[in-house]
């Protein structure tokens, strides 16, 4: 056996020929009132299956947004990682909320859904989620769903075209009482089994001639059914269709509603005939599921009488034929000036009464738009080359400063606001001040830069760079200034000045933040760290109990060494008024540890931390001579100093050696302009 026999053999042997029997599954229109009394759900409407989809995949709250919820749907389905939607909870909630007042036919299951936002907010990813979700939830048990067929005399099976559902063949004067007796049977009372709308016109030419045939006796009709399983798929052109509007000469409504198939009316004789038409219009499809109208907007009106009859009636009307029942979600998704022109435009003002719009802005939280381009830029996706680190974040802290309006608030900065809205706490600002600014900027994130823009910038700078083993910030921000030049969507020169500006504001935060990393990564010595510790808590009790500290070396009495406090104390802005507050908040701290049986350890006091490691920074960092690396010679003792923060920096902060380097060559460069500044005063 050759070898790729026998990979097939152990694939085969994988496959679960049970499973592929189940949901392959046909059988009797009786049979099928059994497996509806066991599970009534398999009636659903296309809306409630939706929903359950949705549902199914679970929620949780979102920490400190008093009362955001998010769904698991839209995070990563399947942990493909390709389709997750950042951010937008707000957003999703509200579709949800449509989904979910459809599904109990509250009214919104007669409109449209229209996605409205800006170019690249994800209007587009969150219809193909949605698409791709009833794929794979109708292949599960409880997303099933059936659809029927016509026994020839033959043997062969003619397949109701619109796939639609086996209860419809249920004459209207008996629903009533098969429903009762379904629902009766089934025992059931969180969903009651309802018999809505009729089947398509082939199906119903198909009935009658068999009703005469059968006398008028509708059950042996359907001892002729075959019920089958039936799965969604796009590509199969099953309960999923996406309709894009072409060029408006090209368009003909037939697109939609389907079309005469002249071929077969030298057969049947008459264009009348329903099997001489092919129900193949995107309505017919997305029978059952769901339709994704692409820039819905731009639709001849021909399209639009369609669009709402399918909306409020659930009707579509085929040529030559009478009315015909669909059941299907429509989703619909367009940008800023298209939907400008429906609002202006008077004889759209049907479609406008029979729309439910949903902003779907743009991130403006800084965590959630990182995420989104380290959804692409990985170790895993960029291989052979290192991403510096804040590379990513620097790039979306200027795609969210873009999309954020000038806050009113006196004394706030744009860079601030971003913060704010990132959930980092500042002085004088409340949750509610952050709820106000938000309430206050009504139209934020509805403009501003694309993430598509920043991730083909970023993608440029990987190729452009090809001597450098490592992408950093500055790369990538000259990679987004220049592209501002011949941007197409950016208007105006004083549009394109604002965008320059928070490139320069961002350049600044990336240093603050580096500088800081570097410092810390200097001061990351634990031993050095734990003696300034000690000796600064020494000092803090006997200043707090009044007392004296012992001088080690001399082993006298001493008073407690105030500049020694008020040197640590300042790197963190305690003031002079506030030492006294500060200090017995640390000795309370640490008496409470000790009640529990807790000793005190700084690393659990985010605060004191940091300002340990500011004041070791600053002790260590004229031995180290850290502005000596702009300098063309480095002597040994210096080198060696210099390589043991490097290596600090690759093991606890990501970088890797180029990186590294760089790095504290441009802290280093930031120094030495600051001692030339110092001297020259």
């Given at each position: 056996?050759?070898?790729?026999?026998?990979?097939?053999?152990?694939?085969?042997?994988?496959?679960?020929?049970?499973?592929?029997?189940?949901e392959?599954?046909?059988?009797?229109?009786?049979?099928?009132?059994?497996?509806?009394?066991?599970?009534?759900?398999?009636?659903?409407?296309?809306?409630?299956?939706?929903?359950?989809m949705?549902?199914?995949?679970?929620?949780?709250?979102?920490?400190?947004?008093?009362?955001?919820?998010?769904?698991?749907?839209?995070?990563?389905?399947?942990?493909?990682?390709?389709?997750?939607?950042?951010?937008?909870t707000?957003?999703?909630?509200?579709?949800?909320?449509?989904?979910?007042?459809?599904?109990?036919?509250?009214?919104?299951?007669?409109?449209v859904?229209?996605?409205h936002g800006?170019?690249?907010?994800?209007?587009?990813?969150?219809?193909?989620?949605?698409?791709?979700?009833?794929?794979?939830?109708?292949r599960?048990?409880?997303?099933?769903?059936?659809?029927?067929?016509?026994?020839?005399?033959?043997?062969?099976?003619?397949?109701?075209?619109?796939?639609?559902?086996?209860?419809?063949?249920?004459?209207?004067?008996?629903?009533?009482?098969?429903?009762?007796?379904?629902?009766?049977?089934?025992?059931?009372?969180?969903?009651?089994?309802?018999?809505?709308?009729?089947?398509?016109?082939?199906?119903?030419?198909?009935?009658?001639?068999?009703?005469?045939?059968?006398?008028?006796?509708?059950?042996?009709?359907?001892?002729?059914?075959?019920?089958?399983?039936?799965?969604?798929?796009?590509?199969?052109?099953?309960?999923?269709?996406?309709?894009?509007?072409?060029?408006e000469?090209?368009?003909?409504?037939?697109?939609?509603?389907?079309?005469?198939?002249?071929?077969?009316?030298?057969e049947?004789?008459?264009?009348?005939?329903p099997?001489?038409?092919n129900?193949d219009?995107?309505?017919?499809?997305?029978?059952?599921?769901?339709?994704?109208?692409?820039?819905?907007?731009?639709?001849?009106?021909?399209?639009?009488?369609?669009?709402?009859?399918?909306?409020?009636?659930?009707?579509?009307?085929?040529?030559k034929?009478a009315?015909?029942?669909?059941?299907?979600?429509?989703?619909g998704?367009?940008?800023?000036?298209?939907?400008?022109?429906l609002?202006?435009?008077?004889?759209?003002?049907?479609?406008?009464?029979r729309?439910?719009?949903?902003?779907?802005?743009?991130?403006?939280?800084?965590?959630?738009?990182?995420?989104?381009?380290?959804?692409?830029?990985?170790?895993?996706?960029?291989?052979?080359?290192h991403?510096?680190?804040?590379?990513?974040?620097?790039?979306?802290?200027?795609a969210?400063?873009?999309?954020?309006?000038?806050?009113?608030?006196?004394?706030?900065?744009l860079?601030?606001?971003?913060?704010?809205?990132?959930?980092?706490?500042?002085?004088?600002?409340?949750?509610?001040?952050?709820?106000?600014?938000?309430?206050?900027?009504?139209?934020?994130?509805?403009?501003?830069i694309?993430?598509?823009?920043?991730?083909?910038k970023?993608?440029?700078?990987?190729?452009?760079?090809?001597?450098?083993?490592?992408?950093?910030?500055?790369?990538?921000?000259?990679?987004?200034?220049?592209?501002?030049?011949?941007?197409?969507?950016?208007?105006?020169?004083?549009?394109?000045?604002?965008?320059?500006?928070?490139?320069?504001?961002?350049?600044?935060?990336?240093?603050?933040?580096?500088?800081?990393?570097?410092?810390?990564?200097?001061?990351?010595?634990?031993?050095?760290?734990?003696?300034l510790?000690?000796?600064?808590?020494?000092?803090?009790?006997?200043?707090?109990?009044?007392?004296?500290?012992?001088?080690?070396?001399?082993?006298?009495?001493?008073?407690?060494?105030?500049?020694?406090?008020?040197?640590?104390?300042?790197?963190?802005?305690?003031?002079?008024?506030?030492?006294?507050?500060?200090?017995?908040?640390?000795?309370?701290?640490?008496?409470?540890?000790?009640?529990?049986?807790?000793?005190?350890?700084?690393?659990?006091?985010?605060?004191l931390?940091?300002?340990?490691?500011?004041k070791?920074?600053?002790?260590?960092k004229?031995?180290?001579?850290?502005t000596?690396?702009?300098?063309?010679?480095?002597?040994?003792?210096?080198?060696e100093?210099?390589d043991?923060?490097?290596?600090?920096?690759?093991?606890n902060?990501?970088?890797?050696?180029?990186?590294?380097?760089?790095?504290?060559?441009?802290?280093?460069?930031?120094?030495?302009?600051?001692?030339?500044?110092?001297?020259?005063?």
């Amino acid at each position: 056996m050759s070898n790729g026999q026998a990979f097939l053999s152990q694939v085969s042997e994988r496959q679960d020929p049970e499973q592929f029997r189940q949901e392959h599954w046909q059988g009797s229109f009786a049979e099928y009132l059994d497996i509806v009394m066991r599970n009534p759900r398999v009636t659903r409407s296309a809306y409630q299956r939706l929903y359950d989809m949705i549902m199914a995949e679970g929620s949780y709250p979102v920490e400190g947004s008093n009362g955001l919820v998010r769904y698991r749907f839209f995070d990563d389905p399947q942990n493909e990682g390709e389709d997750a939607i950042f951010g937008l909870t707000k957003p999703l909630m509200e579709l949800v909320n449509v989904f979910k007042s459809a599904a109990l036919k509250y009214g919104t299951e007669r409109r449209v859904l229209l996605l409205h936002g800006p170019v690249g907010s994800s209007k587009s990813t969150i219809a193909r989620l949605l698409k791709r979700g009833l794929e794979r939830y109708c292949r599960a048990n409880s997303g099933a769903l059936y659809t029927f067929g016509w026994k020839e005399d033959d043997g062969s099976i003619t397949w109701d075209p619109m796939h639609g559902e086996p209860l419809q063949l249920v004459p209207a004067h008996a629903r009533e009482d098969v429903c009762a007796y379904l629902n009766r049977e089934s025992g059931q009372d969180d969903y009651q089994i309802e018999i809505e709308g009729d089947i398509c016109p082939l199906s119903r030419y198909y009935f009658k001639e068999r009703l005469e045939k059968f006398a008028g006796d509708w059950t042996k009709v359907l001892d002729t059914v075959v019920v089958k399983r039936l799965f969604l798929s796009e590509q199969d052109r099953i309960g999923v269709g996406t309709f894009q509007p072409k060029d408006e000469k090209n368009q003909d409504s037939t697109e939609l509603t389907g079309d005469i198939n002249y071929r077969k009316i030298a057969e049947y004789g008459t264009e009348s005939d329903p099997r001489a038409f092919n129900f193949d219009g995107e309505f017919n499809v997305s029978n059952r599921g769901m339709i994704e109208f692409i820039e819905v907007l731009k639709l001849d009106v021909a399209f639009l009488y369609d669009l709402l009859g399918a909306s409020q009636e659930h009707k579509i009307k085929p040529k030559k034929f009478a009315q015909t029942d669909i059941d299907t979600v429509i989703v619909g998704h367009t940008n800023e000036p298209e939907y400008r022109k429906l609002q202006s435009n008077e004889f759209m003002e049907a479609l406008r009464d029979r729309t439910i719009k949903i902003d779907v802005p743009y991130v403006t939280t800084l965590d959630e738009e990182i995420k989104i381009y380290k959804k692409d830029y990985n170790p895993e996706r960029v291989r052979g080359k290192h991403i510096a680190p804040h590379t990513l974040e620097v790039a979306a802290m200027w795609a969210v400063l873009t999309r954020l309006e000038e806050p009113k608030h006196h004394g706030l900065t744009l860079l601030q606001k971003m913060k704010l809205y990132n959930g980092k706490s500042l002085p004088g600002f409340t949750t509610e001040n952050v709820k106000q600014l938000r309430k206050e900027a009504r139209r934020e994130g509805m403009e501003g830069i694309s993430p598509r823009y920043v991730q083909d910038k970023i993608s440029n700078a990987l190729v452009v760079n090809t001597t450098a083993t490592s992408l950093n910030p500055f790369m990538v921000l000259n990679e987004l200034e220049s592209g501002l030049t011949h941007h197409s969507l950016i208007h105006n020169d004083e549009l394109r000045e604002h965008y320059r500006q928070l490139i320069s504001v961002v350049k600044e935060e990336y240093t603050d933040i580096v500088k800081n990393e570097v410092q810390r990564a200097i001061a990351a010595d634990e031993d050095a760290l734990t003696r300034l510790c000690g000796n600064y808590i020494d000092n803090v009790k006997a200043y707090t109990q009044r007392e004296k500290v012992k001088n080690k070396f001399t082993g006298e009495d001493e008073e407690p060494d105030e500049r020694l406090m008020r040197s640590i104390e300042d790197k963190i802005d305690i003031p002079e008024s506030r030492k006294d507050d500060f200090r017995r908040e640390i000795m309370n701290y640490i008496g409470a540890l000790a009640i529990d049986g807790k000793s005190f350890n700084y690393r659990t006091n985010e605060r004191l931390q940091k300002a340990l490691e500011m004041k070791l920074f600053e002790d260590q960092k004229d031995t180290i001579k850290l502005t000596s690396l702009v300098s063309q010679v480095v002597d040994k003792d210096t080198q060696e100093k210099i390589d043991i923060v490097k290596s600090r920096l690759i093991r606890n902060y990501g970088y890797n050696e180029e990186s590294a380097t760089d790095v504290l060559q441009y802290v280093a460069s930031i120094f030495a302009r600051g001692d030339a500044k110092s001297e020259g005063k």
